[in-house]
Structure formats: C-alpha cells, structure tokens
C-alpha cells in the first residue's frame, strides 16, 4: 500500500513538473516571439499559462491558446499566387490526463486536442487576401477511408469560413489525413516556425539551449509515447 502512494506521489510530481516546465516555455515563447518582431500580440500565451496555473492537481488539464498572430515577412517557396508577406494564425487546446494506466500508450495521455493554422497571406501594393489552413485532430472515429487516430490535413472550417464560396478552380479536399505526432502549445508554436519562418530568422530562437530543454520536455511527454504506440503494434514485447 506504501508502495502504491509513493508510486503515485512520484506520477503527480511528474506532471506538476511537466506543467512548470510548460508554463516557464510558453513565457519564454512569448517574450522571444516579441523580441524577434514574430508576433506583437502574446495575450493568447498569457491566457494558456493562466489556464494551466489554474489546474489542480491529480485532475484532467486542459489549456487553450487562441488566435496567436505569427508573423512572416516572406512568402514561402513555391508558392502561389508568391505573396508579400503573411499571418498565421495558431490555435491548438489540449487536456492531458493524469493516468495511472500505461504510459507508453498515448490513448491513456490526452483526453482531447485540436490544432489549427489559418493562413493570411497579402501581396505587395493588393488588398486582396489570400487563405490557406491546416489542422491536427484526434479523433479514431472515422470509418469509410483511412483515418489514423492523430491526423493533419489541408483545409477545414476557419478556412471555409474565409473563403465562402470563392473557390476559383481549385478543388479543395482534406484527404489524404496524414499521421502526425500530436502537438502541445510549444510544439505547436515550433511546428510553425519550422514549417513557415526561414532558417535564419528562427534559429536566433530554436538554436537556444533553453528552446530545446523546453522542445524536448514536450516531446518527452509526448511523442515518446505516440512513437512507443505505434512499435508495439510491430512488437508486442519490445
């Protein structure tokens, strides 16, 4: 019975920790984000720290950051129509669980997540905009194609709703769902950088040693498990 309490104190311990860690990441975002001119709004990061200060322990947690503006002075290889200059926007929320069950399942880890992007993008001297979005789900439900449990895909509601009915000839599907890791607000946040700031405007912040410690916390908690999940299936006992 000693046993049990000292295995489960340890457990909490670990998650308060891991919450502390997210918390002094998601400062450390917002105040480098500013710095580097990336973003002028970091009230969404206030508000997920808030909301993660005010979990209790020993209890599902839940954070969710809102519309963080990205900023990026540069539009990106390849694309088209080739743009001036853009504006992510980031949403992601997430409730972790604090489980007793395996944790090299990720199943037994989140209970909920939902990550976006909505693209903004301008041209020089145009008033016209310009949409793109991508989205991460959890969701195992569905059952007519190939739909792994986590999944990022082209397209979705905040894009439908900027575009209307304003296809032009593009057809827009969000197959194929690809696996994808899930994401935390830092790995969030990362996954922008890395996907759409250039090389040598982000390393100034992903090359700090204090950027990775907290990258590495997150993937830690959980990536670990997700890539844990998906050996088994090839090897049981491993």
């Not at 989205?135 to 900027?162: C, M, T, W």
């Not at 590495?216 to 990536?223: I, K, T, V």
């Amino acid at each position: 019975c000693v046993f049990y309490r000292i295995i489960a104190a340890i457990r909490i311990f670990k998650i308060e920790m891991s919450k502390t860690l997210i918390i002094q990441g998601l400062d450390f975002l917002s105040k480098q984000l500013s710095s580097l001119g990336l973003c002028e709004n970091v009230q969404p990061l206030t508000a997920a720290i808030a909301d993660i200060t005010r979990s209790k322990p020993n209890k599902p947690w839940t954070y969710r950051i809102d519309d963080l503006p990205i900023f990026v002075n540069k539009s990106p290889r390849n694309a088209y129509p080739a743009l001036d200059s853009m504006i992510i926007f980031l949403n992601i929320s997430i409730t972790e669980i604090d489980s007793n069950k395996d944790e090299n399942n990720i199943s037994n880890l989140i209970e909920s997540s939902d990550f976006s992007i909505l693209i903004k993008g301008k041209k020089k001297n145009e008033n016209n905009h310009f949409y793109a979005s991508w989205h991460l789900d959890n969701d195992s439900r569905g059952e007519d194609y190939v739909h792994p449990q986590f999944h990022i895909a082209f397209g979705g509601s905040k894009l439908e709703e900027k575009i209307n009915s304003n296809f032009g000839n593009v057809l827009l599907l969000t197959s194929p769902r690809l696996p994808h890791p899930p994401l935390d607000g830092i790995l969030a946040i990362d996954f922008v950088l890395r996907h759409f700031v250039t090389v040598d405007i982000h390393k100034q912040l992903t090359e700090s040693n204090s950027y990775k410690m907290y990258i590495r916390n997150s993937q830690r908690r959980l990536w670990r498990p997700y890539y844990t999940s998906i050996s088994k299936f090839w090897c049981p006992n491993c």
